[in-house]
């Protein structure tokens, strides 16, 4: 069975300062998606970032980046040169991808990481 | 704008009550999802639904139920919860597409309490 575990509840960093959030998965599947996504107070789920299995070359995002490693089934999240506009719950997810028609966009999320940034 | 609007933002209700939530996509997007969060535990996804049509349905109790009238519509419709049942339900969607992937977007969720 796929789960995503991410072992850190909570972490903090001061601002501008960077900060890594782990994130492990369990699958067989070789081709899949990996997500991080951001909620906020607001509490809607915002995409940060995306990497597909397949593909070695980390993902970027501006000030977010993943350390993607596919042996070690392991999908963490840098964000450099934090800001206070950081602070939120983070989820690292996993998904199969879609090879047919249909909604197949199942997502399997971690337990989350509550990040504080502190002035 | 989010592009998913969720209503209601709160609310709190009797264990001998109906109520429903609604979920509206402004994206054109073709597949809707509902998802349960609660506190400290991933987010399960308990319905999905492409071009109207249920596709998927994670062993959710039948007090939830849920209705898909169109591709920018979704409903949960509430009875006789139990205080377990209370939590933050999202609402998302995504364009899927054949072997394609589409991200979710995700709606500001409305915070349900069972009293």
């Known amino acids: 069975a796929q789960t995503v575990t991410q072992s850190q509840p909570e972490m903090s960093v001061q601002e501008a300062e960077t900060v890594t959030l782990s994130c492990t998965y369990d699958t067989s599947e070789n081709n899949y998606y990996l997500f991080w996504y951001k909620q906020p107070p607001s509490r809607q789920m915002i995409l940060v970032i995306r990497q597909e299995a397949y593909k070695q070359q980390n993902a970027t995002e501006n000030r977010f980046s993943v350390n993607f490693q596919k042996a070690a089934k392991s999908f963490s999240l840098k964000i450099s040169d934090s800001q206070l506009g950081d602070a939120a719950m983070y989820f690292c997810?996993?998904?199969?991808?879609?090879?047919?028609?249909?909604?197949?966009?199942?997502?399997?999320f971690g337990t989350g990481t509550l990040l504080a940034v502190q002035p | 704008e989010t592009g998913v609007t969720q209503t209601p933002r709160h609310l709190v209700m009797g264990m001998t009550n109906k109520k429903s939530l609604k979920c509206e996509q402004h994206l054109g997007h073709n597949a809707m999802y509902w998802y349960k969060q609660s506190a400290k535990k991933p987010l399960e996804l308990m319905f999905v639904y492409s071009l109207e049509e249920r596709v998927e349905n994670n062993s959710v109790p039948s007090r939830f139920s849920p209705e898909c009238p169109n591709s920018s519509h979704l409903f949960l419709h509430l009875h006789t919860l139990q205080p377990e049942d209370s939590a933050l339900y999202l609402c998302?969607?995504?364009?899927?597409?054949?072997?394609?992937?589409?991200?979710?977007?995700f709606g500001n969720g409305t915070r349900l309490t069972v009293t």
């Open positions: 998302a969607s995504s364009q899927d597409l054949p072997g394609r992937n589409s991200p979710l977007h």
């Open positions: 997810a996993y998904r199969i991808p879609s090879n047919y028609g249909g909604a197949t966009n199942k997502l399997i």
